[in-house]
Nanobody, 124 residues
Framework: QVRLVESGGGLVQAGGSLRLSCAASGRTFSNNAMGWFRQAPGKDRDLVAA????????NYADSVKGRFTISRDNAKNTVYLQMNSLKPEDTAVYYC?????????????????WGQGTQVTVSS
């Protein structure tokens, strides 16, 4: 069974940092692009950051550029999201996803495996 399991979410004050991890099991995703999405109550699930199969290319939402960094360790079948200078508007459930492509994927329909999500809450 293929699973993506996120960890590292929690409650943090504005200006603080969190590091999310997404561990994959059941198959390797070393040939797949990976992404982090987030969804706040009443809003769509939006891309936060994406990374291609070997980490050579990344893409970020404008709202997180310069603050968030996506990375991956294919030997560990894990992808990370380092989040710095967090803001209350970053509060959401964060989801890890594996794409059907090796190159960057920017929309949910290009992803076919999803984690269960981890809550990130940023207090002001």
């Amino acid at each position: 069974q293929v699973r993506l399991v996120e960890s590292g979410g929690g409650l943090v004050q504005a200006g603080g940092s969190l590091r999310l991890s997404c561990a994959a099991s059941g198959r390797t995703f070393s040939n797949n692009a990976m992404g982090w999405f987030r969804q706040a109550p009443g809003k769509d699930r939006d891309l936060v950051a994406a990374i291609n199969w070997n980490g050579g290319s990344t893409n970020y939402a404008d709202s997180v550029k310069g603050r968030f960094t996506i990375s991956r360790d294919n030997a560990k079948n894990t992808v990370y999201l380092q989040m710095n200078s967090l803001k209350p508007e970053d509060t959401a459930v964060y989801y890890c996803a594996a794409s059907i492509w090796a190159s960057l994927a920017r929309v949910p329909r290009e992803y076919n495996y999803w984690g269960q999500g981890t809550q990130v809450t940023v207090s002001s």
